[in-house]
């Protein structure tokens, strides 16, 4: 019973997320207004921001397990810490693509060596890193990840903190806080939008890791037993 409103929860959560995405989409281009210097260019700000909160989220997340892991050698902290890892690549990849298309509608730049975005490329490679090491490194190759996913979330506060101690590109200040109206209300819809589309994502990889290590310890009896070669 348990398992099963544990489903009907989830697929109603999906669906939210699916007319989510619609309502986002109608909020960004029909509700909120036109930046007086960016005009239609700056819609995709609701995308940009609310990605790299959820890259930050799933970096923290595989540090914070990671760390566990390190610690209690749970491999359920493990799982929880791969999951994250793999999600802040995608959600890295999205904002590296979409800060690309914002930089050259504002600033006439693909890419510019800013400290904020060279920072944030630092941390993404990072995770990269992690991703390649856990898929490569063969044996011991979860510890060495781990190491790297607690490094990666060390660095996070360095990519937040950038505009201040450097000059960037990037405004020393949020403009998130000054939104108002109808860009206040795409925004956090945004935000909403996408974090539960993560928190979705976190829980179907999470349970396909802990599916792939059952696999891997019964194929590892099996081959104890004699039963397979």
């Excluded at 050698?73 to 493990?78: G, K, L, N, T």
């Excluded at 999951?83 to 930089?103: N, P, R």
């Excluded at 490194?137 to 505009?163: K, Q, W």
């Amino acid at each position: 019973m348990t398992n099963k409103k544990a489903t009907i929860a989830f697929v109603a959560a999906a669906a939210a997320c699916a007319l989510g995405f619609a309502g986002t989409l109608y909020l960004a281009f029909y509700k909120a207004e036109l930046d007086r210097a960016l005009f239609f260019n700056q819609k995709i700000f609701y995308y940009h921001v609310a990605n790299a909160f959820m890259q930050f989220a799933a970096v923290v997340t595989c540090g914070v397990y990671s760390l566990f892991y390190l610690r209690k050698r749970q491999p359920r902290h493990d799982d929880i810490a791969l999951a994250a890892g793999e999600l802040a690549v995608l959600f890295g990849a999205v904002v590296l693509i979409t800060g690309s298309i914002w930089g050259k509608a504002a600033w006439d730049k693909w890419w510019d060596w800013d400290a904020r975005l060279t920072t944030f490329l630092l941390l993404w490679l990072t995770m990269v890193g992690y991703v390649l090491v856990r898929q490569y490194g063969g044996h011991g190759s979860d510890r060495m990840a781990a190491g790297l996913a607690v490094f990666a979330t060390v660095n996070i506060p360095l990519v937040y903190f950038s505009v201040k101690i450097w000059r960037t590109l990037h405004p020393q200040t949020s403009v998130v806080p000054e939104l108002e109206g109808g860009m206040r209300a795409a925004m956090w819809s945004s935000v909403g939008l996408f974090t539960i589309f993560y928190v979705l994502l976190l829980r179907l990889r999470i349970q396909a890791a802990r599916s792939e290590r059952r696999l891997t310890e019964l194929r590892e009896r099996a081959l104890d037993a004699g039963l397979i070669e």
